[in-house]
């Protein structure tokens, strides 16, 4: 006569099934315009930036002025917006977002 052997149903806990998973880092992608000079000096008048964490609109503006150093130096009297409506430097960026880069605009 044989014995029938049980067969697990599941494999041992250290076959790594339920262990831990590291989270996943979330990454944001915005769609980023550029008007006036400051689409002279990128070379285009829209564009679109990942990062792999929230970041601000001024970490955007220094992504693309370190790209782009020319664009430094307008630091200082750009606006920005955000989903068009004018925003604050540190203003956190969601995925999805629009964000503009808008030059001092002169007149007579």
Known sequence: MHTLKPVPLAPPSSAGYNSPVPPVSRSIRVTVLFFGRLKELTGHAEDSAEFADAATIEQLFALYS???????????????????????????????????????????
């Open 66 to 108: 370190a790209r782009h150093p020319e664009l430094a130096k307008y630091r200082s009297s750009v606006v920005a917006s955000r989903n068009q409506e004018f925003a604050a430097w540190d203003t956190p960026l969601r995925s999805g977002d629009e964000v503009a880069f808008l030059p001092p605009v002169s007149g007579g």
